[in-house]
């Protein structure tokens, strides 16, 4: 007895052929997601370098804005302590001087 399908002869082969077809497509398939996934590796790769990189510029700025932090409040401490002492006739010159030289500053500016 012949089963069909298997063997030599005309619907066999149609139906092999048919199978074939599909496993080609899903190897087609399989490498179009293995080149979506290769790229989404690479992409999360980068991503997670970016963000190593921002944080270490973010902890430089960190410090750096500690570091001015602390020498501001030193320099309106001394300033403060300027004001309070009998020196607030050299505050009040610097204060004129400082006046004078942003006055020069704009009128230089308004000539251009």
């Not at 921002?54 to 932090?69: I, P």
Request: proline share 0%.
């Amino acid at each position: 007895m012949r089963r069909v399908g298997l063997g030599e002869g005309g619907s066999g082969n149609y139906v092999a052929s048919g199978y074939s077809v599909y496993e080609e497509e899903n190897e087609h398939l399989q490498e179009g997601l293995r080149a979506k996934v290769s790229a989404l590796k690479s992409l999360s790769i980068d991503i997670g370098t970016e963000v190593k990189y921002q944080n270490k510029v973010l902890e430089d700025m960190d410090s750096d804005f500690d570091s001015t932090g602390g020498l501001l409040g030193a320099t309106i401490g001394r300033v403060k302590r300027l004001s309070r002492g009998s020196q607030t006739k050299l505050l009040c010159y610097m204060l004129l001087f400082c006046l004078f030289v942003f006055f020069i500053l704009y009128w230089f500016i308004k000539l251009r």
